[in-house]
């Protein structure tokens, strides 16, 4: 199992531009996310979706729009990239499990290995 | 996130043990995390507790969560080289999607 697959790993763009930035996932799981990383502030969520068909906003959406392709496939695309979008952008999925009395379940996320995105 | 706190950097030497703290702020909060972020790699999952229980322990790791002052610590025991990384706590709430996490705390042990 490869487990969570990011392309590209490094990307460059002017201020402007537009990219798609591809995620897929061979756990089977449900839920799929977008964060991005910044130095200080830890990861921010971005975008999630808690199953196939659904997309919703998470902490800092602005900028971003995403893609639920099919079970496997999760795409953030940048329509006008700019230089505050630089980051580096990880991509999740997990299948919560083992929720008590009928509770919510752990979120175990696996993570892939991310793209450290330039825009300048 | 603004929600969770960490302090930033901690430096140990191999051997001792080492304490990392979380501070949050949502009382709602079902589970709290605590992830493991290698140089170059994506966030892998230490452990978790749930926010009924006080103490977890799994082999060198002791999770010990404080709900009345909402704080979290993560001891590594006998700290090796190898357990340098960046350490994320994180929450979820009841939106059991919404995962907020720290800024992470950059932990180098010295030989």
């Known amino acids: 199992n490869a487990g969570v697959t990011q392309t590209p790993k490094f990307q460059v763009l002017k201020t402007g531009q537009s990219m798609t930035l591809q995620c897929a996932q061979d756990m089977n799981h449900n839920s799929m996310y977008w964060y991005r990383q910044d130095p200080g502030m830890g990861l921010r969520l971005i975008y999630y979706s808690a199953s196939e068909g659904t997309t919703d906003k998470g902490e800092v959406p602005n900028g971003y729009n995403v893609s639920r392709l099919n079970k496997r496939e999760f795409s953030l695309r940048l329509e006008s990239a700019a230089p505050s979008q630089t980051s580096v952008y990880f991509c999740?999925?997990?299948?919560?499990?083992?929720?008590?009395?009928?509770?919510?379940?752990?979120?175990?996320?696996?993570f892939g290995p991310g793209t450290r995105l330039t825009v300048l | 996130g603004e929600d969770v706190e960490q302090s930033l950097f901690l430096s140990v030497r191999e051997g001792d043990s080492s304490v990392i703290n979380c501070t949050y702020t949502?009382?709602?909060?079902?589970?709290l995390y605590w992830y493991k972020q290698e140089p170059g790699a994506g966030l892998q999952l230490l452990t978790y507790?749930?926010?009924?229980?006080d103490m977890k322990q799994d082999q060198r790791l002791t999770v010990l969560l404080n709900k009345k002052d909402k704080h979290l610590s993560l001891r590594i025991a006998d700290t090796q080289t190898g357990d340098s990384a960046i350490y994320f706590c994180?929450?979820?709430?009841?939106?059991?999607?919404?995962?907020?996490f720290g800024a992470g705390t950059r932990l180098t042990v010295k030989p």
């Open positions: 999740a999925s997990s299948e919560v499990v083992g929720g008590l009395a009928g509770g919510p379940g752990v979120n175990e996320q696996f």
């Open positions: 949502d009382s709602s909060s079902t589970y």
């Open positions: 507790i749930f926010s009924n229980m």
């Open positions: 994180a929450e979820t709430v009841y939106n059991n999607n919404d995962m907020r």
